[in-house]
């Protein structure tokens, strides 16, 4: 990924500053800031090799065709529990595309696969700790016939002297939400810091905020 400049961060309307430094009285008083939950990997975790896999999915290099769906942009950072930004994170996303369909041999979903969607995405956190991909929102897919799966990105998080984080980012305002057997298996605080953040647009396009917290190894 390009190491992206703050300027640009903040006209997508990422500030950036995680609030981990409250005031009481005249004495700054730090909290630490509560760690991202893990979720499971799933079955579709990609390993095919791909060429590409820049920080835009909704565009496969040499294709004159784009991605199908509603594209959006995340963006988040990546910090410590101090809130400190961890600059070059590696940060690896995976989704299905807009029919809910993943670009994987094993997916059952007879939903279409998208040859203009890249599906898969590795980038570096900048100086920052700031991330920002441009996708499309997955559709859902049916995991068994009792249980759809609410649209959500697979996130890796690699980082010396951190803990790999593995997890699920979901979207604010999905009914599908209230019915997901692995989201609802999280306590409501935990499922709180796993729905992304929106409201603002870049270019028209909806940006959903999704920041991470990573547990050192020591
Ligand atoms: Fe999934």
């Known amino acids: 990924m390009n190491v992206l400049s703050r300027r640009k961060f903040l006209r997508l309307g990422l500030t ?3 609030a981990c430094i409250t005031l009481a009285g005249n004495s700054a008083v ?4 509560p760690f991202t939950p893990a979720e499971v990997e ?10 590409d896999r ?3 999915l909704t565009q496969i290099k040499g294709h004159h065709t784009t991605a199908g769906g509603e594209p959006i942009y995340v963006t988040g950072q990546v910090t410590n ?14 989704q299905a595309n807009a029919k809910g369909r993943y670009r994987h041999p094993r997916d059952p979903n007879p939903a ?35 249980w759809i799966r609410p649209p959500h990105i697979h996130f890796k998080i690699l980082k010396e002297h951190y803990q790999e984080l593995i997890t699920q980012m979901y979207f604010p305002d999905e009914p599908l939400n209230e019915a997901d057997l692995l989201l609802q298996h999280k306590k409501p605080f935990e499922r709180s810091l796993m729905i992304a ?8 396009i909806e940006v959903f905020e999704f920041s ?4 050192t190894t020591i």
């Open 54 to 56: 820049d920080e835009d």
């Open 112 to 146: 279409p696969i998208d040859n203009h969607f890249q599906g898969w995405a590795i980038v570096k956190t900048n100086e920052q700790g700031l991330f920002r991909f441009k996708t499309i929102k997955p559709g859902a897919y049916p995991a068994s016939a009792q």
């Open 197 to 204: 953040k929106s409201g603002t647009r870049y270019n028209t």
């Open 16 to 18: 950036g500053s995680a």
């Open 42 to 51: 799933g079955p579709f975790y990609p390993f095919i090799p791909q060429e």
């Open 81 to 94: 529990q101090q809130g400190a930004p961890l600059a070059n994170a590696n940060v690896e996303i995976w």
């Open 30 to 33: 730090s909290s630490l800031l």
């Open 212 to 215: 991470i917290v990573l547990r």
